[in-house]
């Protein structure tokens, strides 16, 4: 019997010696899953300005860097009054993820650690300017925030241009920031990308989700080419081209393309102000997307330097199709290149080849 009651008492022992560790180990492994990482500071220039003051919140909030990343915001502007009221609704808003803001007008203080500048900040085309009025401004200010970008920002900094010319500000942004790897340069056609989606989708009356791999080349502007030959629809069926669902090639060659090339201009026409909330959401699946990867099977466009792929010149910075894994994107190679296409993608590198030697010879 007290053989019994010894090995009975042992057991019990056993398990509650058993579940306190069990405890333990979950309380630590609970502890640790919930360690805070550390802020990635951001930088966005133009903060106060109509596509600033959108995209600030969405930072904030976690729609660019994940619902479980912290940062810090930098806001540049040329409006110091502007910049502070944008930081206090930052502060009253109480963005969990958001560790601090700094809000100046000093563009060095601004580029100070940054980890992920979104360039948005530039000279917009105004009524009775030329493409070439607008270039020649913006190259003297991507001069100087590429070269405070060059001696204060973090090593592996990721850029993102936004203002427009959106491609030849990079290419100016990249000239005068050379330690700045070139991959990591890049500007917004993720804009025209999901104009695209979102065209395509309308057309088969399915959710824009269930539509992918559309490709925008070229530049971000009405001479670049939307390309919807590869793109692919999920139906219950399976997935299928786009071609094989329109049955409409004239729409595709033309409505298609028009209406994605012309779109910045109707929303301008329809709201007398810029598409300011889509290109906000366009930035932060660009800067998503390529910090946290594509999913597979799928790929995104982005402004790239070109390593001369599909005939590209090499040294513009050119919009391709790339998928994203690690912080590092890849243009997506052999895709089938048919005369249309080639084409409409060789007019839209003449044009950046055009603004490349205007840019070159302001800098000159």
Not at 92 to 105: E, M, R, S
Not at 178 to 202: F, V, W
Request: proline share 4%; aromatic share 6%; net charge negative.
């Amino acid at each position: 019997m007290e053989y019994n009651c010894l090995l009975l008492l042992q057991q019990i022992l056993v398990v509650l010696l058993s579940g306190v560790f069990f405890w333990r180990l979950t309380k630590y492994m609970w502890s640790f899953t919930k360690m805070e990482k550390e802020p990635i500071t951001v930088l966005v220039t133009g903060a106060a300005g109509q596509i600033g003051y959108a995209i600030v919140p969405m930072i904030a909030r976690g729609a660019m860097l994940g619902p479980d990343q912290p940062v810090i915001l930098h806001l540049l502007d040329i409006s110091l009054e502007a910049l502070k009221g944008v930081k206090m609704e930052l502060i009253d808003a109480a963005f969990p993820l958001l560790k601090g803001v700094v809000a100046t007008i000093d563009v060095v203080e601004a580029c100070n650690d940054v980890d992920i500048a979104i360039m948005i900040g530039g000279i917009p085309r105004k009524e009775g300017m030329e493409r070439k009025d607008v270039i020649s401004k913006n190259v003297s200010i991507y001069k100087a925030q590429a070269s405070a970008l060059e001696e204060h920002a973090a090593p592996d900094c990721k850029v993102l241009v936004i203002a427009n010319p959106a491609n030849t500000n990079a290419l100016i942004l990249k000239e005068f920031a050379p330690s700045i790897p070139e991959k990591n340069i890049t500007c917004l056609t993720r804009l025209d990308h999901n104009r695209a989606l979102g065209q395509i989708s309308e057309k088969l009356h399915v959710h824009v989700s269930d539509v992918k791999n559309v490709i925008i080349w070229g530049n971000h502007s009405s001479t670049q080419y939307p390309d919807p030959n590869h793109a692919i629809v999920n139906t219950c069926s399976g997935e299928k081209h786009v071609k094989e669902l329109v049955h409409d090639d004239h729409w595709l060659q033309t409505d298609f393309i028009n209406t994605v090339q012309q779109r910045g201009a109707a929303i301008i026409k329809a709201r007398k102000q810029s598409s300011a909330l889509s290109a906000a959401s366009s930035a932060c699946d660009h800067i998503r997307d390529w910090v946290l990867g594509t999913p597979k099977g799928t790929w995104v466009s982005m402004g790239v330097y070109s390593d001369g792929s599909y005939g590209v010149q090499p040294g513009l910075i050119y919009s391709f199709p790339v998928t994203c894994q690690k912080g590092e994107w890849s243009i997506v190679q052999g895709l089938k290149i048919d005369e249309f296409s080639r084409e409409k993608m060789d007019e839209t590198a003449k044009e950046l080849v055009e603004e490349k030697s205007l840019a070159y010879s302001y800098l000159n």
